[in-house]
């Protein structure tokens, strides 16, 4: 059972949209990170926060923004979207205590048509 | 900076038969080293990780993995696949020890079961 949750979870958009996808995990994490990841490809990170009001760029530069107000929600903003945005956005979270292990939500599929 | 190769892309195996995929990192320190499954439309499910002592680790669903530090490997293993084993497989890395918190993922091997 998930204890970190996507919404939407398939998301068909058309070009120019401001979208928020959310995500919401009830672990008491601090630390939590947005993944893109296009069909069959690997995860590239884009976004991770290590607590209230941090947030920082991973490694793949990507046009959107995140915020981190409240612990347990880190939701992910693109202002006008593209169809070179379409991919699977896959959001994860993690404790310092008890293991270095993500625990993964089911991630949103977009479609920016 | 670490990173990690999965050098199969697609593994075809039959039911009951044993499993090994494989996975090589680059990383100048003792990594964290993890394996994740991702079945099709779902996130990721950690299988198993290692940190440190023993390197042979067992994981869930019958899984374990042995971690080579002489062939900077971390295959895992199952002795006896089952159709619901098909899915997407993710050899990850992470540094210790490091004020950035990131952990690399590898490409992915993508398994089928056949009856």
């Known amino acids: 059972e998930a204890d970190i949750y996507q919404t939407p979870r398939y998301l068909v958009i058309g070009t120019g949209k401001k979208i928020t996808l959310e995500c919401s995990q009830t672990m008491g994490h601090d630390k939590m990170y947005w993944y893109q990841q296009d069909p069959g490809m690997e995860l590239h990170l884009i976004h991770y926060?290590?607590?209230?009001?941090?947030?920082e760029k991973g490694d793949l530069s990507s046009e959107s923004t995140v915020s981190r107000i409240r612990t347990e929600h880190f939701p992910l903003t693109l202002e006008s979207a593209r169809p070179s945005h379409t991919s699977q956005y896959l959001c994860?979270?993690?404790?310092?205590?008890?293991?270095?292990?993500?625990?993964f939500g089911s991630g949103t599929r977009l479609t920016v048509v | 900076a670490q990173s990690v190769t999965q050098p199969d892309i697609h593994i075809t195996v039959s039911e009951g038969a044993s499993l090994e995929l494989r996975c090589n990192y680059s990383y100048g320190a003792t990594p964290y080293l993890f394996w994740y499954v991702q079945s099709p439309g779902q996130g990721l499910q950690l299988l198993l990780k290692?940190?440190?002592?023993?390197?042979l680790v067992q994981g869930i669903k019958g899984f374990e993995a042995e971690f080579k530090r002489s062939q900077s490997s971390f295959n895992l293993r199952k002795p006896s696949v089952h159709w619901s084993d098909a899915a997407e497989y993710f050899c990850?890395?992470?540094?210790?020890?490091?004020?950035?918190?990131?952990?690399?993922f590898g490409p992915g091997t993508s398994l089928s079961v056949i009856p």
């Open positions: 994860a979270s993690r404790s310092q205590v008890g293991g270095y292990g993500y625990t």
């Open positions: 290692y940190f440190s002592g023993d390197t």
């Open positions: 926060s290590y607590g209230v009001n941090s947030t």
């Open positions: 990850a890395v992470g540094a210790q020890g490091t004020s950035y918190d990131k952990v690399i």
